[in-house]
T-cell receptor, first 111, second 112 residues
Framework: QKEVEQNSGPLSVPEGAIASLNCTYS??????FFWYRQYSGKSPELIMS??SNGDKEDGRFTAQLNKASQYVSLLIRDSQPSDSATYLC???????????WGAGTKLIIKP | DAGITQSPRHKVTETGTPVTLRCHQT?????MYWYRQDPGHGLRLIHY???????DKGEVSDGYSVSRSKTEDFLLTLESATSSQTSVYFC???????????FGQGTRLTVV
């Protein structure tokens, strides 16, 4: 059974601090990795995608991938109250049409 | 925003009745997915399609069927709705293997 694990939280971070979200996956054949943000009552929206080892930065967001250790993380710098949401990690094999989803981490940014 | 429209957005139906949810895309993407999302379970794949008339089952397909007669439309049918199918249903589209998925607004279905 292929699995993606996330700490369900809630993770509480002060405004302006760095929020660190982690995700581990079981399938070593995974090639594509995604972070989605989901506000309460809304649909998931893509924040970052990462395909190779290392860091990928986009504005205040940095995705980090370590295939040897089978984890992917998302850092949010200068956290804002508007970043409060559930963050979903998704993993995909290139040979498979499906995304495997983590259950999500609820992030709360305290003003 | 990706052009994905789900209809209806909200529906209340009675146990035992058939229900069809529609997903319409304007992106000409090949892959389309139906998920359900329930508290404590995250997103679970019901069915997916990799082309017109090409569909396959996901992890929670029992009680559901799908059809895709055109690239832009993917229909999810609950053959005989049960209370356990009360959920939020999301359609997603993807341009290809290994690429990101984009979601519709969701359909909140209540079976009473």
């Amino acid at each position: 059974q292929k699995e993606v694990e996330q700490n369900s939280g809630p993770l509480s971070v002060p405004e302006g601090a760095i929020a660190s979200l982690n995700c581990t996956y079981s399938d070593r054949g995974s090639q594509s990795f995604f972070w989605y943000r989901q506000y309460s009552g809304k649909s998931p929206e893509l924040i970052m995608s990462i395909y190779s080892n290392g860091d990928k930065e986009d504005g205040r967001f940095t995705a980090q991938l370590n295939k040897a250790s089978q984890y992917v993380s998302l850092l949010i710098r200068d956290s804002q109250p508007s970043d409060s949401a559930t963050y979903l990690c998704a993993v995909k094999e290139d040979s498979n049409y499906q995304l495997i989803w983590g259950a999500g981490t609820k992030l709360i940014i305290k003003p | 925003d990706a052009g994905i429209t789900q209809s209806p957005r909200h529906k209340v139906t009675e146990t035992g009745t058939p229900v069809t949810l529609r997903c319409h895309q304007t992106e000409n993407h090949r892959y389309m997915y139906w998920y359900r999302q329930d508290p404590g379970h995250g997103l679970r794949l019901i069915h997916y399609s990799y082309g017109v008339k090409d569909t396959d089952k996901g992890e929670v397909s029992d009680g559901y069927s799908v059809s895709r007669s055109k690239t832009e439309d993917f229909l999810l049918t609950l053959e005989s709705a049960t209370s356990s199918q009360t959920s939020v249903y999301f359609c997603a589209i993807s341009g290809g293997q290994g690429t990101e998925a984009f979601f519709g607004q969701g359909t909140r279905l209540t079976v009473v």
